[in-house]
């Protein structure tokens, strides 16, 4: 039946400082919370120590944000399914956030080994008066070591309740997806960042996060392969397709860098795990 995994983290504001609480079962933990930017908010790293999942494993994350409460979290490397013998890995995340609570979900990107079936699911719940920052990075296959995604299945679900869904099958079998223009492109790294709040966002912030998006996707050289919408008044949508992870994550937090400090008026503070 492969490992499960279950993590709850529930997030609320004790005298004026975000206090974390968990419970776990099975093999996914979580760093001590850290505070580089104050008592406000927290900043978490998960750990799932056996580094990947194989056919049959499924990891279960719950988040719930109480009012007031902010929340980073992050991963310190990508989450790895493995080649499968037909069974399929599972990752499903969801989160609750409530009023005045802000999360910022930002792990780092899931790898989709060749002969992998996956399934990566991720939904929030933002109640009115909630925020949230959140990305989504898949990379097909281990193109540096000359391992292709040939063989195999990724699913993908990504939703912002009753805002904003996403989901889709990449399947290598799949070519038209795979090669065409129309699809992928041979690109092997695909992106998604959002930018969202529980109730429409103010016409002019809504402006102002979509400006600083195009004009950082513009000045980078993916900008021939990024584009940013806002399909809602409550989302802003960023997307990248690239040949590396690396080009792609370097957009991706530089915008997201802009949106905190323009957009929150927060301070570009980045989590300590990515400078290790």
Same mark, same amino acid.
């Given at each position: 039946?492969?490992? @499960?995994?279950?993590?709850?983290?529930?997030?609320?504001?004790?005298?004026?400082?975000?206090?974390?609480?968990?419970?776990?079962?099975?093999?996914?933990?979580?760093?001590?919370? &850290?505070?580089?930017?104050?008592?406000?908010?927290?900043?978490?790293?998960?750990?799932?120590?056996?580094?990947?999942?194989?056919?049959?494993?499924? *990891?279960?994350?719950? &988040?719930?944000?109480?009012?007031?409460?902010?929340?980073?979290?992050?991963? +310190?490397?990508?989450?790895?399914?493995?080649?499968?013998?037909?069974?399929?890995?599972?990752? @499903?995340?969801?989160?609750?956030?409530?009023?005045?609570?802000?999360?910022?979900? *930002?792990?780092?990107?899931?790898?989709?080994?060749?002969?992998?079936?996956?399934?990566?699911?991720?939904?929030?719940?933002?109640?009115?008066?909630?925020?949230?920052?959140?990305?989504?990075?898949?990379?097909?296959?281990?193109?540096?070591?000359? @391992?292709?995604?040939?063989?195999?299945?990724?699913q993908q679900h990504l939703e912002i309740a009753g805002i904003w869904l996403e989901r889709?099958?990449?399947?290598?079998?799949?070519?038209?997806?795979?090669?065409?223009?129309?699809? &992928?492109?041979?690109?092997?790294? #695909?992106?998604?960042?959002?930018?969202?709040?529980?109730?429409?966002?103010?016409?002019?912030?809504?402006?102002?996060?979509?400006?600083?998006?195009?004009? *950082?996707?513009?000045?980078?050289?993916?900008?021939?392969?990024?584009?940013?919408?806002? +399909?809602?008044?409550?989302?802003?949508?960023?997307?990248?397709?690239?040949? #590396?992870?690396?080009?792609?994550?370097?957009?991706?937090?530089?915008?997201? *860098? @802009?949106?905190? #400090?323009?957009?929150?008026? &927060?301070?570009?503070?980045? +989590?300590?795990?990515?400078?290790?």
């Amino acid at each position: 039946m492969g490992w @499960q995994a279950k993590l709850t983290l529930d997030y609320c504001v004790e005298d004026q400082r975000c206090v974390a609480r968990h419970v776990h079962e099975g093999p996914l933990r979580v760093l001590k919370a &850290l505070y580089p930017e104050g008592d406000r908010v927290c900043h978490h790293v998960l750990v799932h120590p056996p580094s990947g999942l194989v056919g049959g494993d499924e *990891l279960h994350i719950q &988040l719930n944000l109480q009012t007031g409460a902010h929340a980073l979290i992050t991963t +310190p490397g990508a989450t790895r399914f493995y080649g499968s013998d037909g069974l399929t890995a599972k990752q @499903q995340v969801h989160a609750q956030v409530a009023a005045d609570a802000t999360l910022e979900w *930002l792990p780092l990107e899931a790898l989709a080994y060749n002969r992998c079936h996956a399934h990566n699911q991720a939904v929030f719940h933002l109640a009115p008066g909630s925020r949230l920052i959140a990305w989504d990075v898949t990379a097909l296959g281990l193109p540096h070591a000359d @391992q292709p995604f040939t063989e195999g299945q990724f699913q993908q679900h990504l939703e912002i309740a009753g805002i904003w869904l996403e989901r889709g099958l990449i399947d290598a079998n799949d070519k038209r997806l795979l090669h065409s223009p129309l699809g &992928l492109n041979r690109h092997t790294c #695909q992106s998604t960042l959002v930018f969202a709040q529980g109730h429409a966002i103010e016409a002019s912030l809504r402006e102002q996060v979509v400006a600083i998006a195009r004009e *950082l996707c513009e000045s980078h050289p993916l900008r021939l392969q990024s584009g940013v919408t806002s +399909p809602d008044e409550r989302v802003v949508v960023v997307r990248v397709l690239s040949a #590396q992870v690396e080009n792609a994550m370097a957009l991706l937090r530089s915008i997201w *860098l @802009q949106w905190r #400090q323009q957009g929150w008026q &927060l301070p570009a503070v980045m +989590p300590r795990i990515w400078a290790m």
